[in-house]
């Protein structure tokens, strides 16, 4: 699952200088990109011959390749871009190839190959996904389209409603551990960051599919570039009936949606500047997803995503400026369009977002320099405080009377050393929120690896970061909820060290690591009251230890005889949490988290073009439900059962088309998320993809 990547072609050149031991690099002439530029993403190319890091998972790709080398993949572990094989900090990529052999339907499925990835769902094809990191919650990391932000500030539920669909990615970067000098305070746990395809080549994609529980889905993507320009345009629509009904049989989890998304760029020898513009409608039967009071609740959601990135590639002087903007519309039923017995729900978020990031290389190493001014703006009909003048709610007869408005300021230092086999990436990340009118604060981080010969590289961080509490966190009041607004913000510093092996075929890791978390949000309730109200609350603190290691085996460098076995890639995870003095609380979301995880990809070539992928999950999740009452009316309570699932993907794979046969869950386990809902049985799918 890990692999050291040499570049095969670089049209970046690279002049390096030597000083009293320090090692720089400066970028000479013109260069092609892999993914696309953000302020946040690294998107440099490296000298050829050196080494970079990534970790992988699956992928069918050689550790080397025909020629001992492999193509380039550059993702980012430090504010500063550095050459992977100088970055301290291990980052999990999942390629493009990876993207297409994994037999799922949503972006959210694809991340579950990730071992460190906690992902629950509560509907089909993404329709409602929560994702954490490392025993987390899924408020407590930062998500990312291009190195844009996407959190949004009413509640992370939604965070993973993309406007692009698979066909558009490149790759998906997953940065574990706080990642405040790199994507901002937000990502208290980690980062996951989105990076579509840059338009390189006249080009158009389609995909059709179907398969059980009424699924469907199509989808048009076009490419074109010429001279120094490049535009793509990509639109698709997906639909389920879902595999559940409600106790009057109507369609409870059923799905439909549309997205559209919209990259231009501009590259020439002095400047690259990427533009975009992406939307996502859809509309889920939510079951009882957020209430026990409703089996027919139902969500739309429409979002929309607006960018411009630039940097300038000549001069000592590197800018990459970026500016934002993100709205998302949310209206949910509690009672299925039926608003007499329950008004709806109505939110409106507006996020908007400029940032100034710069490096520049001197004789001591590589500085980085930054700053971001992000501004929340939310409109609701119960969320916030009282709006002293209140806006329409198009479409309806109503008015958003609540909301809430909040400015966050962030200012970053890093430095970074580099030495022949030793790298050290040290900074601080200062912030201020409007919100509770705190006080500037600063959280410092630093990262370290070395290379010990040509095959081990060992290393080890410290960061700390915060998170602001989300708006659901602070001032949802309903039936069985009470929040509460005077929440302090989260807070956490973390310890990691690790170590790699690579050689010809083969590439092992193994790591540990602590998180010291405090004032930690969520919503839980005090069994040992008589109250079951859901409150929260800042209840203390969590240590956390973990330990994650992955075995990867490339077949067609161990044994190049066969043909057959192509590539097995195993990994585990493990995290342990000092609970004891919490004892007799239920917690929706924190004290719920994967102990074990066990991923394992095994990718055979059968015969001619016909590829088999298999992929399989192992997990026991620590935390309880409630499955009902007693006769004195408390809860009564489930342990979370382990589970295991079986993916499977069939395909016959030419240049220009690719036929294939999908399936979930081959062993038909109706495993449980979270709560009392069950997922799907086995989920069949058919398709085929052209391309010209």
């Known amino acids: 699952m890990y692999k050291t990547i040499f570049n095969k072609r670089t049209s970046l050149k690279f002049k390096h200088f030597s000083n009293k031991g320090y090692s720089l690099f400066s970028v000479l002439g013109k260069e092609v990109l892999v993914g696309t530029l953000s302020v946040a993403t690294l998107t440099y190319a490296k000298a050829e011959g050196i080494a970079t890091d990534v970790a992988k998972v699956n992928t069918d790709s050689t550790l080397y390749g025909n020629e001992h080398e492999l193509e380039e993949v550059s993702v980012t572990a430090s504010r500063a871009p550095l050459a992977q094989g100088q970055q301290a900090r291990m980052v999990t990529v999942l390629s493009s190839k990876d993207i297409a052999q994994a037999p799922v339907q949503s972006i959210n499925d694809l991340i579950k190959y990730a071992a460190g990835v906690d992902v629950r769902q509560r509907g089909p094809i993404g329709a409602q996904t929560d994702v954490s990191v490392r025993g987390g919650n899924y408020e407590q990391i930062t998500i990312l389209l291009n190195g844009i932000n996407l959190n949004d500030p009413q509640t992370g539920h939604n965070a993973f409603d993309f406007p692009c669909d698979i066909s558009d990615i490149e790759r998906i970067e997953v940065l574990e551990g706080p990642a405040g000098r790199v994507y901002g305070t937000s990502s208290l746990l980690g980062a996951i960051n989105i990076v579509t395809k840059t338009p390189i080549k006249q080009s158009i994609q389609a995909n059709i599919e179907g398969g059980s529980f009424g699924y469907g889905k199509a989808g048009i993507r076009f490419s074109y570039a010429k001279d120094n320009w490049g535009h793509s345009l990509s639109g698709n629509y997906t639909r389920s009936d879902g595999y559940s009904r409600s106790e009057t049989g109507h369609l409870n989890a059923d799905y439909a949606g549309g997205k559209a998304f919209y990259q231009g760029v501009y590259n020439d020898e002095s400047v690259r500047v990427n533009w975009y513009a992406g939307l996502s409608s859809r509309g889920f039967g939510s079951n009882t997803f957020y209430s026990s009071y409703s089996d027919e609740q139902y969500e739309h959601t429409f979002k929309t995503y607006t960018a411009i990135q630039a940097e300038n590639k000549i001069g000592k002087l590197h800018f990459r400026p970026s500016i934002y903007w993100n709205r998302t519309m949310d209206r949910w039923e509690l009672f299925r369009d039926n608003a007499d017995a329950y008004p709806f729900n109505y939110h409106r978020t507006d996020v908007y977002g400029v940032n100034l990031n710069a490096y520049f290389d001197w004789t001591l190493g590589r500085t980085a320099f930054g700053a971001e001014l992000r501004n929340e703006d939310l409109v609701s009909g119960n969320l916030g405080e009282k709006l002293s003048e209140p806006k329409h709610i198009h479409g309806t007869d109503r008015n958003y009377e609540y909301g809430i408005n909040r400015t966050n300021v962030q200012f970053v230092l890093e430095h970074n050393i580099l030495l022949e086999n030793f790298t050290l990436s040290a900074g601080l990340i200062a912030v201020k929120n409007s919100w509770s009118e705190m006080n500037m604060r600063v959280y410092p981080g630093v990262d370290a690896s070395y290379h010990l010969g040509k095959n081990w590289k060992v290393y080890a961080s410290y960061n700390t970061s915060l998170r602001m509490p989300s708006v659901t966190e602070l001032y949802y009041n309903s039936k069985g909820y009470n929040a509460n607004k005077n929440l302090k913000p989260e807070e956490l510093s973390a310890i990691e060290a690790g170590v790699k092996y690579q050689s010809r075929g083969f590439a ?16 839980i309730i005090d069994t040992n009251s008589s109250d079951a109200t859901l409150t929260t609350t800042n209840f203390g603190k969590i240590k956390a230890t973990g330990v994650e290691s992955a075995l990867a085996f490339d077949f067609q460098q161990l044994l190049p005889s066969q043909n057959i ?17 919490y004892e007799g609380i239920t917690s929706m979301y924190v004290l719920e988290y ?13 015969w001619k073009q016909l590829n088999l992928g298999l992929n399989y999950r192992f997990q026991k999740r620590n935390g309880n439900y409630a ?6 009316g408390n809860a009564i309570l489930k342990k979370y059962s382990p589970y295991s699932v079986l993916d499977a993907k069939l395909s016959w794979d030419v240049p220009h088309y690719s036929l294939y046969l999908k399936a979930n869950n081959l062993t038909a386990h109706r495993y449980i998320d979270f709560g009392r809902l069950k997922q799907p049985g086995m989920w069949l799918m058919a398709g085929a993809t052209l391309q010209f």
């Open 565 to 581: 076995l192509k590539r097995f890639d195993l990994s585990y995870a493990w995290i342990n949490q000092d609970q004891k003095k």
């Open 508 to 523: 092992a890791k193994a790591s540990i690591y602590q998180n010291d978390m405090k004032n930690l949000i969520d919503w």
């Open 594 to 606: 994967l102990r074990h995880k066990v991923t394992a990809n095994l990718q055979l070539h059968l």
């Open 627 to 632: 499955v009902g009452k007693d006769d004195a």
